[in-house]
């Protein structure tokens, strides 16, 4: 069974970077069989597709969410990770990583990041 | 990018039919076999119910079923019981032709109440 699970600090201060990993349990991200996504959802609202990366370390980025988010794998643990720089409160929301073939088929549980002082 | 259009809500009694629309333009829903719907309940993350436009991954009971015609997808869920009271979201694969496009876009989410 696949399982994803997000990890990283559920506070972060304005203007900071937010880092957060996702560890793939139940498959391995250099098979090269996926794409590894991150999605968010900011409370009470849809989601919102940010970008995902391939084993090689591609990554495809969502344009209107402009530069502010990095993208990185780890293979050897087997592991997916999301910056966001200079964050604001619009970034406060639940961030899901997520297996994605044609689609994102298997995702984590989601974690809540609130962007505060 | 516009997310891809649902109506707010749908309702219906237990053992009804109801189905909800996904409304996007040929470069996203009409354009691609890529069309995923999301049932979501509260706190939860989402869950696949329907990827390819109509394929049902295992485990997912048979009530739902997915649909397109043009630029519009549907999930259809038959037989509505309690359990599928939930937000639901579509999905579509939107491709790299511009610059400006996301690959992944979302509906605006569509509350299912079960009467």
């Known amino acids: 069974q696949v399982q994803l699970q997000e990890s990283g600090p559920g506070l972060v201060e304005p203007s900071q970077t937010l880092s957060l990993t996702c560890t793939v349990s139940?498959?391995?991200?250099?098979?090269?069989?996926?794409?590894w996504s991150w999605i968010r959802q900011h409370p009470g609202k849809g989601l919102e597709w940010i970008g995902y990366?391939?084993?090689?370390?591609?990554?495809y980025y969502n344009p209107s969410l402009k530069s502010r988010f990095t993208i990185s794998v780890d293979t050897s643990q087997n592991q997916f990770s999301l910056k966001l720089s200079s964050v604001t409160a619009a970034d406060t929301a639940i961030y899901y990583c997520?297996?994605?073939?044609?689609?994102?088929?298997?995702w984590g549980q989601g974690t809540l990041v609130t962007v505060s002082s | 990018q516009s997310a891809l259009t649902q109506p707010r809500s749908v309702s219906g009694s237990p053992g009804q039919s109801v189905t909800i629309s996904c409304t996007g333009t040929s470069s996203d829903v009409g354009g691609y076999n890529y069309v995923s719907w999301y049932q979501q309940h509260p706190g939860k993350a989402p869950k696949l119910m329907i990827y390819?436009?109509?394929k049902r991954p295992s485990g997912v009971p048979d009530r739902f079923s997915g649909s397109r015609s043009g630029n519009t997808a549907s999930l259809t869920i038959s037989g509505l019981q309690a359990v599928d009271e939930a937000d639901y979201y579509c999905?579509?694969?939107?491709?790299?032709?511009?610059?400006?496009?996301?690959?992944?876009?979302f509906g605006s989410g569509t509350k299912v109440t079960v009467l």
């Open positions: 990366i391939y084993y090689s370390g591609s990554t």
């Open positions: 390819d436009v109509s």
């Open positions: 999905c579509s694969y939107a491709g790299s032709s511009s610059d400006y496009t996301s690959l992944y876009v």
């Open positions: 139940g498959d391995s991200i250099s098979s090269g069989g996926y794409y």
């Open positions: 997520a297996r994605t073939g044609s689609v994102p088929d298997y």
